[in-house]
């Protein structure tokens, strides 16, 4: 497929990056919800690096929604 080895490349540089930066620190929970506007507005709030969770619900539970930050060590 076209471009496809540069698309691969690309993916891989961009993940051992996020592995690095993840290596240096450790995420650390800011806020949990259930309402998915809320959390859109929270996450839209911050320029940080932050990493968004979405603990999926089934039928009796709720889906909760967490947002965390990378913190340096």
Known sequence: MPKQ???KERERRENERRRRREAEGRWEVV???TDPDEMRAHRDGSDAELRVEVLCGRLRQ???YRISR???R
Do not use: G
Request: proline share 17%; net charge positive; charged share 35%.
């Open 5 to 7: 080895r540069r698309r």
């Open 31 to 33: 806020f949990e919800t």
């Open 62 to 64: 709720p889906t909760w």
């Open 70 to 72: 990378l913190v340096p």
